[in-house]
């Protein structure tokens, strides 16, 4: 995720953490990284678009995965949408799923981290979601939801 006013924020706060991750392993999000990356904004208006309030829920992706994929008709938006359904599947994991966490490597890329220690690639995820239809965003939540 290449964001210049994150990538910005991102350097400032991990110099103050001596270069550690972003998100801590307890789940506690004292700089806010859980709600920069639950905006969502892109997905969130063309899901209201065809009618569809995103609330953060496991029935809301069940929704999305039913939407029209009309995305595909713009191949310079398609990668954008991709990237914020993903982050969208992290917010609702993270908000739901117990012991679920973000994580932000080094280099910059969120993942959600589970209470097993698996982490769950939410960005790549979104966007095969975006462009093939698959896997289906409830379907990756339910897989993350049992571990």
């Known amino acids: 995720m290449n964001i210049p006013f994150l990538d910005n924020w991102r350097r400032r706060h991990s110099a103050e953490r001596g270069g550690q991750a972003l998100a801590p392993a307890t789940g506690a999000d004292p700089d806010g990284v859980g709600e920069l990356l639950a905006e969502c904004e892109l997905l969130r208006v063309r899901a209201g678009q065809q009618g569809l309030d995103l609330d953060d829920t496991p029935e809301s992706l069940e929704a999305l995965d039913q939407l029209p994929p009309r995305w595909r008709d713009d191949p ?7 990237n914020d359904a993903g982050l969208y599947l992290g917010t609702v994991i ?8 973000w994580h ?14 698996r982490e769950v690639n939410v960005v790549e995820a979104g966007l095969d979601w975006a462009v093939n239809g698959s896997p289906e965003l409830s379907q990756m939540y339910a897989e993350a939801a049992e571990a």
């Open 76 to 82: 310079e938006e398609l990668p954008w949408l991709g």
């Open 94 to 101: 993270v908000r739901t799923v117990r012991g679920a966490s």
């Open 104 to 117: 932000v490597w080094p280099g910059g890329h969120p993942v959600v981290r589970l209470a097993s220690g």
